[in-house]
């Protein structure tokens, strides 16, 4: 029987099997949302409880791609099972770099590791809602940690890298990276930060900014979240120096936050959110069927006209979304 | 009787009269979404129709903001009563620059002129809310043309600069803007292209640049939205040079889209975008109502002890948007 014939329960059986294609078909059913993605879904809920989710993001150039690859790399060596999942700006224009990024991490990746690149545009109801049903399976089959790569520019990417067990931010010198970071909102998400390219000039320069960022924002209860002050680790993803390092400190991040009941916590706010971000999609939804609906044409028509005004016409249409 | 205990339609009155700290302070009424602000938008929606909406948009260091004050100025001495709605980044890091330039704007204004700096964080609702409802009152108190300036970064910056009648992108040598441009989106909005800093070497390799791209979105349909070319024009807001030929460019853009029926429908389609985003955020006011009824907390405790999926505890929630 063909893998594309197989029932739902017994492709998702072979996927927590070890079966890599059944796996891939799997996700594919998420990234489309389509109608087998609540069932996979809720076949996966169950399972999904116990990996290390690491969330790894920074500025464009800062080579966390690499960074991600020597990560990988090593926990083959440790004899972890991991899983990456890349998401990748959809701009064709930087669609062939990045790609050049994906081989190289296949090489150095162990046979065990699951790659898995995703585009952020083309998911029905976006990115939000692919990636925490991506992570669901990969956890329910066993990869474990799941590493996120998400470039650390729009919001949702931020927010992605954010929903995480451990937030690793990349900077890098000669970007001005702790004023990006802070500017993008990276510095508030990390819980971890790694200077790649420590070998380069100004890295120690970047070290300290981010120190007195840090030593600012404890200052003001910034990263009372956790409790715990972010690691700045150096890196050189070239050579893949600092990554066992890296791995540690992500290890070190994990159990404390399992000891203070912090990892519990947030998964319970990734499901809420993720709840959260359907609910909003069906709103909006619902918002666009009321705004076509033949009963408030009439309603339009005056606000173009100017005897209504906007506010009015919407304060009234929204009764209905009671 | 104090400015401050003045009923709302005497305020308006005196604002539409000429009145500029009553003009003043209704805009603070829309900015806040305070009790006031439909009350206003009621008086002002009707008399908002006629002004000339002018978006102007560029990456940061396209001297958009200089060009923006030549082109205030040049209103001043051809007699119009113009204002200028300038939206900054809320960022305190580049605060200080941004207000630089508000500095030199009012230098260079006619005393007729209204300048008004809107943060873009700390509306309710958000800027896609406040943008409409200050340029209405503007357009009602008879100021015309309503220039918006944003930086065109994030996407509510460019969606701002979007909905205008003429939306203007800056272009600038030696940032590789054309990419930029491309990258963010404001190629498909611009109804004119400025290059500014055209004393430079490279503007007119911007100018082929950017000729290169509407030749391609030409022929593959892109700008039929207006049936017009947008127009490229060479400025140098340092000196003034170009500013009289960008106004005729876009008095040129107005006439066109007067004649071919399109000015209506774009103030057509942007009231019902404000009614649209005005309806999403009275959606997810009741989306966040329902999470936290006492009725779903049992639910979303099961999605926690993973009983439940997230897709299907949020379909069992949406129920009630209906």
Redesign the interface.
Known sequence: MSIRDLPIPDLFERAVEGDRRALGRLLTHIERENEH??PI??L???L??TGHVVGITGAPGSGKSTLTGQLVKLLGELGLRAAVLAVDPS?P?TGGAILGDRVRMEDVASPETFIRSMATRGHQGGLALAV??VVRVLNACGYNPVLIETVGVGQVEVDVAGTADTTVVVATPGMGDG?QA??AGLLELADLFVVNKADRPGANDVRRDLDLMLDLSHATGQDQRTGLRPEIIMTSALTGEGAPEMWEAIERHRAAITANGQLEQR??DR??V???N???V???R???E??SAESHADL?DR??A??????????E??QQ??
Chains 1, 2 share one sequence.
């Open positions: 993605a609540a879904a809720e996966a809920h169950p999904a409880g701009s224009l925490p049903g004023v802070n500017k998964r319970r499901d809420v993720e709840v959260r359907r609910l909003l069906a709103a909006e619902r918002v666009d009321l705004l339009l606000v173009a100017r005897s209504v005004a906007p506010a009015t016409a919407s304060s249409i929204a979304l009671h």
